[in-house]
DNA sequence: AAAAAAG
């Protein structure tokens, strides 16, 4: 019972942290003021933009200032959309983009470009008063980090020191970034430098930024492209793919803040809606497009889209992009299409984990790439705590009342904190979603098998907390940026242990705490032995019953041969690597640039 | 074996 106890406690104390649930808000971000003098937190770049108090970002002196940029307040132009280098003209048949030069308040037609950040300023500054939440770099410092490859550039300390052009600058300041993280410090100067990479990085320690930054200035800067000109067809510069339909939006919306007033025009396409809105987007000009797999095959041979003047490619959650049930989709993309070869764009993959077999696959993809891997303290991972109980099947759902009844009690100012519910399967996540429901606990659910308009409605109101829980399948698993979710149920725990970094990534996000609960049973020995190192590495109690599990099973893929490491080691440095060796991850005994501390599968919350 | 991704 005693764990019973210390669970509430853990689910209290997180969830006080994360009451600051919003009643409307789709993007919650946290304060990017001083510490509150407690520890020093982590806070991922892109929640970081919550502004301090209610005025607009300071503007610069390229242009007169307005007080407000918002759509519809009238014509305010104080951010330089055209500077110098950027007089890009619409191509693509969408005629002459008239963003920069708009005359009054009046053309909110087509070519009115929305301020993508424009309606945060009431939802965030309910949030200021509750939170306070530090940024702290100081971490930073001790973050191993790992190159490899000819000729490394090196590694910038401030946003200054890269000329990434005025406009984005303005962005970037508007975002309140104030210095770049490990992954953009390493991965800008890379991209800058016109290499390809191999990027290990969390998705919320601002990898978004560090492949989109390089690609909007690259093609503010780059010649004005001579499109070939065919009726009906678009050729975007850069291509941004990704894993799932939600997470494609993400990396849209942010596309979109940073390529904001600058031209550079961020088109998305995804499966599951109408094809004919994207289309319509398409058709009036995009220069980068973000796109799922099978809507971009589609576009792809209906001739609506080419990739023939593609300069940059980036694969977000590469290693999922490159397993079995991608690989032939984006090969197909990126090989049996119109896309120029490898030496002649620019290609980044970034992921969180790189077995070694992924890395072999996205060779393929790259030319003379550079190698990076980001690590981070095992401070970070403190901020999750992980719990393994060992619970039947059978007993699942009660236990899982148990923890939710407990959360309830504790929940100050009668507001659930965000819980969210991994399970195997999407018919057990609708069985379950609705047994919560009929159990007096609002749960909604998000899985393949719903429609995508159920999926982001699922996704608003967990967001919102309307239904503070969501049941979820491994569609949720990687990349989402849900702020306030301060609990992790792994109901069925995955197969796969990269799976449950990935799961349990979702809590412990911006500087605050959560808590990560998996219910473990027979069923699950083959992940014993990787998830008692994984949870032994993150410092983590590791229950005698588990290391005993671990001792006598044996984990299939999930074993780590030479004791394991976490995957971000360039598998070209593996002496074996062109040996067909067997080992999922690449590699030896910290033989890189990881020092001891810093092994096994630490990739903990990383996306 | 399941999930995701086109319709």
């Given at each position: ?433 609705y047994w919560l429901c009929m159990n007096g ?85 083959s992940l014993a032995k990787s998830l008692a ?75």
């Amino acid at each position: 019972m005693t764990t019973r106890t210390s669970w509430a406690d853990l689910a209290a104390n997180s969830a006080a942290e994360n009451v600051g649930v919003g009643s409307s808000s789709d993007s919650i971000k946290v304060a990017g003021s001083t510490s509150g003098g407690g520890r020093p937190a982590y806070v991922p770049p892109h929640l970081r933009n919550r502004p301090l108090s209610v005025d607009p970002p300071a503007p610069t002196s390229s242009g007169p200032a307005s007080s407000n940029d918002r759509p519809g307040q009238g014509g305010s132009s104080w951010a330089a959309a055209r500077n110098g280098y950027n007089n890009r003209s619409g191509y693509g048949g969408s005629g002459v983009r008239g963003w920069g030069g708009r005359s009054g308040g009046w053309d909110r037609g087509r070519d009115r470009e929305v301020n993508p950040f424009g309606n945060d300023d009431d939802t965030e500054q309910a949030f200021s008063e509750q939170e306070n939440i530090g940024i702290n770099f100081d971490a930073y410092e001790d973050i191993p980090v790992e190159t490899s490859g000819d000729n490394v550039p090196p590694p910038v300390n401030t946003f200054a020191e890269i000329d990434l052009g005025e406009a984005l600058n303005l962005n970037i300041r508007r975002c309140k970034y104030v210095k770049p993280t490990p992954v953009q410090r390493y991965a800008i100067p890379i991209s800058l430098a016109g290499r390809d990479l191999m990027a290990c990085a969390q998705t919320g320690s601002g990898k978004t930024a560090a492949f989109c930054f390089p690609i909007i200035s690259g093609i503010m800067r780059g010649p004005v492209p001579q499109k070939p000109l065919r009726a009906r067809t678009v050729f975007p510069l850069a291509l941004m793919l990704s894993p799932t339909r939600e997470l494609s939006m993400q990396i849209h919306e942010e596309a979109r803040k940073f390529s904001y007033q600058t031209g550079v025009k961020v088109v998305v396409a995804y499966g599951g809606a109408p094809i004919n809105q994207q289309l319509r987007e398409l058709e009036r000009g995009v220069d980068i497009l973000v796109a799922t797999p099978g809507r971009l095959v589609d576009l792809l041979e209906r001739a609506r889209v080419s990739l023939h003047m593609i300069r940059y490619l980036a694969l977000d959650e590469a290693d999922r992009m490159l397993d079995m049930g991608f690989e032939p989709q984006i090969r197909k993309i990126v090989e049996q299409m119109d896309m120029p070869p490898p030496s002649v764009r620019q290609t980044m993959l970034f992921s969180a984990t790189f077995p070694r077999e992924i890395q072999r696959l996205a060779s393929d993809f790259l030319a003379n790439y550079i190698f990076l891997a980001v690590g981070r303290v095992g401070s970070s991972t403190d901020l999750i705590v992980q719990r393994v109980e060992f619970v039947q099947e059978s007993d699942k759902r009660s236990h899982l009342m148990d923890l939710l009844h407990a959360q309830r009690a504790n929940a100050s100012q009668g507001k659930q904190a965000l819980t969210l519910v991994f399970v195997e399967t999407k018919k057990g996540a609708d069985s379950l979603e609705y047994w919560l429901c009929m159990n007096g606990f609002p749960a909604t659910t998000i899985h393949g098998d719903r429609s995508q308009q159920e999926r982001e409605q699922a996704l608003r109101s967990f967001k919102s907390g309307a239904t503070p829980i969501l049941v979820a399948t491994d569609v949720a698993a990687r990349g989402l940026d849900i702020p306030h979710v301060a609990h992790v149920v792994n109901f069925d725990l995955p197969n796969d242990i990269d799976d449950y970094v990935h799961r349990i990534g979702r809590t412990g996000r911006a500087g605050k705490t959560g808590l990560a609960t998996a219910f473990f049973n027979d069923n699950n020995s083959s992940l014993a032995k990787s998830l008692a190192d994984l949870m032994q590495e993150a410092n983590q109690e590791v229950p005698a019953w588990l290391t005993r599990y671990a001792a006598r099973s044996f984990g299939g893929r999930n074993r780590r041969p030479g004791g394991g490491r976490f995957g971000s080691r360039d598998f070209r440095r593996d002496s074996s690597f062109n040996r067909g060796g067997s080992d999922y991850y690449g590699g030896g005994n910290n033989a890189g640039g990881y020092g001891g501390g810093y092994g096994a599968n630490v990739a903990s919350s990383w996306d």
